[in-house]
Nanobody
Framework: QVQLVESGGGLVQAGGSLRLSCEAS??????????MGWYRQAPGKQRELVAV???????VYVDSVKGRFTISRDSAKNTVDLQMSSLQPEDTAVYYC???????????????WGQGTQVTVSS
């Protein structure tokens, strides 16, 4: 089993920045071989990929955050961070940390999930 604990999030004005962090723990699997990333779900919308980084370092961003968000990973600490800049009201959502295996990054359900952290961007 894998546990994901998130921190960060909160309320920020448009144009501001926030940083999300997530730490994974688990003794039965090789976390370093997994992909870790962030997904978000806004009210009335489906959960969507924000950014993911594979065990090999491949990074995928959703188009709407390219150039504004940066994902990073520390494999030694089993952590993944999401630095969010130039935040806009449309970025408002619950952000979830995710750990998964394989390359199906688009699926909003597979893998292990954190409890979610709220990000609210005011205009």
């Amino acid at each position: 089993q894998v546990q994901l604990v998130e921190s960060g999030g909160g309320l920020v004005q448009a144009g501001g920045s926030l940083r999300l962090s997530c730490e994974a723990s688990g003794s039965s699997i090789s976390i370093s071989g997994s992909s870790m990333g962030w997904y978000r779900q806004a009210p009335g919308k489906q959960r969507e990929l924000v950014a993911v980084i594979s065990g090999g370092g491949t990074i995928v961003y959703v188009d709407s955050v390219k150039g504004r968000f940066t994902i990073s990973r520390d494999s030694a600490k089993n952590t993944v961070d999401l630095q969010m800049s130039s935040l806009q009201p449309e970025d408002t959502a619950v952000y979830y940390c995710n750990l998964r295996f394989g390359r199906n990054y688009q699926s909003p359900t597979i893998g292990f999930w954190g409890q979610g952290t709220q990000v609210t961007v005011s205009s």
